[in-house]
Structures are given as C-alpha cells and as structure tokens.
C-alpha cells in the first residue's frame, strides 16, 4: 500500500489531466503509463549501467544514438518546444523497444500520445518527478502503477469489473500458485490477478529475514533469492498468460506486468470466446479470473468448441476455463450469484460439469458491497481442481471484506473474513466442519445433485433464529395505561400563568 504523499501526487496527476482536457479514465491511464514508462526507462539504463560497471562487463544503453529521447534530456527542453519533440521522436522510440515481433511492439504499434497541450506535458512530468520512482522499491513502483488503476471505477459496457486488490490476493493465497506453474486469466483486463500470482511466488521464494512490512502490514522487498537463474527465466518468461479484447486494456496490462517486473508478459488481444482464439486444451496449471458478467456475445461469433449452448459470456468462460486447464489444475473464478442457483439448461449444465468433471473445493458467497460504487452485484469465488469428480463442497459464508459495503467503501481493517476463510481453507483436510449455523461447512454431493446442483449457500445454511418472549397482551395494556396516567399527571401539575402575570 502507498505512502499518503505518493497517493496524494497520483491524484494531483489525475487532476491535471482531468483539468487539461483528459476526461476518459481509459486514456488518461494511457497517456500517464507513458509518462511514467519514459521515465523508468531512464532509471532503469543507468542500474543496468551501474551493475555491468561493478562486474566489469560491457553494457550497450537502450538510447545509443538517442541520448535526446532520455528523460533528463527532454524534460529540460523548453515549453515552445517539449511537446513536439515528445511526439515527434521520444514517443516514436518508444514504441519501437524491443523489435516489431515483440507483443510490446505489435500492441505500441497503433498507440498515439495524445497530451493535448505543452503545459499539461510539463505538469505531468513535475509531478512524476516529485514522487521520485527511482529511489522505491520494487513493489512500490508496481504499488504506483495499481494505485493508478484503481481509478477505473466505471464498469465497462460488457460488464467487466476491476476487481478489488485483497479479493485478488485471497484468490491467489487460495490457489498457491508455484514455480513451474502456468498461469492465465482469458479476461485479464488489467493483469491483477497475474501481477497477485508473480507477487505471490516471489514471496514463497525470498528468505524471511528479507521480507519487510509497510506501515499497513503489506509486504515487500520479495527479491526471490531462493530461485536459481532457470527458475527466475521460467517465472519471467514462461509463466504468465492473458488475454483482453480489448486493445487499450492489452496495453495498459503489458506496462503493469513491466512496470511489476515481468520483461517479457505474455499478453495477447482476443476475445477468447470467440472462433478467432484457438482453445489450448489442458494447456495450463492455474487459471484465475473475474470475466466479464451479464455480458452476451453473438451467436455466429461463438467458438465452436463450447459443449454448453448459451450467449451468457459468465457461463461460457466457465466452460472455458475447464477446456484450457490440464489434469490436476487449479481455478479461482468470480461469478454472478446466478451462475450458482440459475434454473436454464445451461446453468445447470455447467454446474453438473464442474462438479462431476472437477472437484469443487470451495464455493465462498461474497457480500454484494464488494464491487460498489460501479456494481452491487452479488458474487461467488468458485475454487476447483480439474480431474477427480467432487465428494463434497466446502461453502463459507463471507459478510465482511474489511471495507464498508456502501458506495464509499471506506477502509475498515482491509482484512474482514479474508484470513479465516484462508486460514479454513487449508484446514478441509483435517477438520469436518459439520455445523450449518456457522460460516463455514460442507455439503455433501449426493445432497447438491438432490437440490438440482445448486450450489447458492441459503440453500444448505441453517439460520438459527432467537425466540422473542412478548408479555401478555393484558400486562402491556397495564403499561400503557400507566404511562397515560404519569402523562396526565405531569401535565396537571405544570402551572400556566395568567395574562396579568404575563
């Protein structure tokens, strides 16, 4: 979590941009991830520099031949001349890093730097200075990125909805994601859920003495000094995959997954629905997801490798997601609550599916609070493991995420239920969790198939009501007469005075 001071510079920077014309949150982002990318570009030249200059090797610097493309350079130019040079050669060079066949370049190739005015550049660049990116951290720098992304508070015209950042985290302490493992979310939007999971494993492998803690008890410094170099190359390079179809928010994921340490993200622009994406069959280990909701796609673009009939995208991705996990894999997705009691065939169908075809480890039902302001939907986080058919289902019953369920969604403890559903998870194994009146239990399969594979919570959790004694009708007019009586009486005794003594 950021520092007060570095919150307070991003939302400066926000009011810039909102004041000098940049109204959509979408290319705002944009526009400041190019800012802030151009500047780390520099910070991050002079480090490489640095470490070849220590162990004696030779280092060629990404701006040999383009020294005027550097951050120091041109943000001393003066404002007749700062913007046209951006746009003209600074911003040209940016997009070409890394070669034309790499997913950065294919996805920069039709970006635009559209800062309007030469004063609004200038803003932009005296803030971004001020929050001194070089000197933090790792996980600060990425923290900068995600803090900026938390600003898309709009739900997108599909239903897509940015997931609030504890739920990811809980999401992927649930699946424990490890080296080797590959990794993808198929509405990967802004890429939270794979930065979560790079985070995660970091942390794993970094000895503890390491780790250190922020004022609010995150951690960082996770520098993953237990892997060798063929496991940071497969963490780096093989491990992280997603898909948008979106191309604003393929690129806005490509800068977070850099921006987080990720040199090479492996980010693609398809709609995975749709015949244009070829389905890797039991291609890989985990898949996290929050797809989009309520969103419906049209019947001639729909793949043909979908068993279950429907234009419901909540019910296709969760089709989907089993088609590309392989034997053994693990899920955590976010869904409607409709997806878990809905009556259709193809509710029911994909419900059947998931439970005889995996073992459906956790149904978690989610307050409805937990995507406000943009959406008071209601939500549920299927966790499953792809291969063995389902004994039974473990239901916890979450009504606290540590932030208030209203629109304003004001910090609380940022923790609610979320430890002691991490904590029964991984106690299923050891611990029967019989009783219906408490937040967690299970169910057994035979009980759900009776209850038409309905996997919504009210169905199987008793509500233990308290009995009210009331007096009897006779002892409560008694009262009340009582009380008119004292009334009166009061009102007796209070002396009105006369006109004369007025």
């Known amino acids: 979590m950021l520092e007060t001071e570095l919150k307070s510079k991003i939302n400066q920077l926000w009011d810039k941009f909102w004041s000098g014309g940049i109204s959509d949150p979408l290319v705002a982002i944009t526009q400041m991830s190019y800012l802030i990318y151009m500047k780390r570009l520099e910070d991050e030249d002079i480090a490489k520099e640095q470490d070849a200059q220590l162990s004696g090797e030779q280092y060629e610097s990404i701006f040999k031949d383009y020294e005027d493309c550097k951050w120091s ?23 070409t890093l890394g070669g034309e066949d790499t997913l950065y370049g294919q996805y920069m190739k039709d970006a635009m730097f559209t800062i309007p005015t030469p004063s609004l550049l200038i803003e932009g660049v005296k803030i971004i200075n001020d929050m001194h990116i070089k000197e933090q951290n790792r996980d600060t720098k990425g923290d900068i990125y995600e803090y900026l992304l938390s600003e898309l508070k709009t739900a997108g015209k599909n239903g897509q909805f940015r997931t609030p950042r504890h739920i990811i985290k809980m999401m992927v302490s649930l699946i424990n994601p490890r080296i080797g493992d590959a990794i993808c979310d198929p509405a990967c939007g802004t890429s939270g859920f794979l930065v979560a999971a790079n985070k995660d494993i970091l942390k794993k492998n970094t000895s503890k003495d390491l780790i250190k803690k922020d004022e609010f008890g995150n951690e960082y410094n996770l520098k993953g000094d237990k892997l060798n170099e063929q496991q940071w190359n497969i963490l780096r390079e093989h491990t992280f995959y997603g898909y948008d179809f979106d191309s604003t928010m393929v690129r806005i994921s490509l800068m977070n997954m850099m921006m987080n340490g990720i040199n090479k993200p492996a980010i693609k622009q398809k709609n995975t629905l749709s015949t244009r994406y070829n389905q890797e069959k039991n291609h890989y ?14 019947e001639s673009e729909i793949s043909g490798e979908f068993f279950i009939k429907t234009k419901k995208t909540e019910i296709l991705f969760l089709e989907l997601m089993y088609n590309i996990l392989a034997s053994g894999g693990r899920c955590a997705v976010i869904v409607p609550d409709g997806v878990v009691f809905g009556n259709s065939k193809a509710h029911k169908k994909i419900r059947k599916k998931i439970l005889e075809e995996c073992r459906l480890d956790a149904v978690i039902s989610m307050p409805s609070g937990v995507f406000k302001p943009y ?23 979450m009504t606290a ?9 004001t910090f609380i403890d940022g923790k609610g239920d979320i430890p002691d559903i991490i904590e029964n998870f991984n106690k299923r194994d050891s611990e029967s969790f019989q009783d219906r009146k408490a937040k967690c239990f299970f169910v057994p399969i035979d ?22 004694e009331y007096e009897e009708p006779e002892v409560i007019k008694q009262k009340i007469l009582d009380l008119e009586n004292k009334i009166t009486q009061t009102l007796n005794e209070i002396e009105i005075p006369t006109i004369e003594e007025k």
């Open 73 to 95: 350079e041109w943000t001393n130019l003066p404002a007749n001349q700062i913007l046209e040079h951006v746009r003209g050669k600074v911003f040209p060079f940016l997009k």
């Open 285 to 298: 280990d985990v898949v996290l997801a929050n797809p989009p909701f309520k969103g419906s796609i049209d």
């Open 375 to 397: 959406a008071g939907v209601s939500t549920c986080i299927l966790v499953y493991t792809k291969g063995e058919p389902t004994k039974k289902v473990w239901f916890y019953d």
């Open 401 to 409: 995420d540590g932030y208030s369920l209203d629109d304003k969604r």
């Open 447 to 468: 009980e759900i198939i009776e209850n038409d594979y309905d996997l919504s919570i009210s169905k199987y959790k008793e509500i233990e009501y308290e009995e009210i």
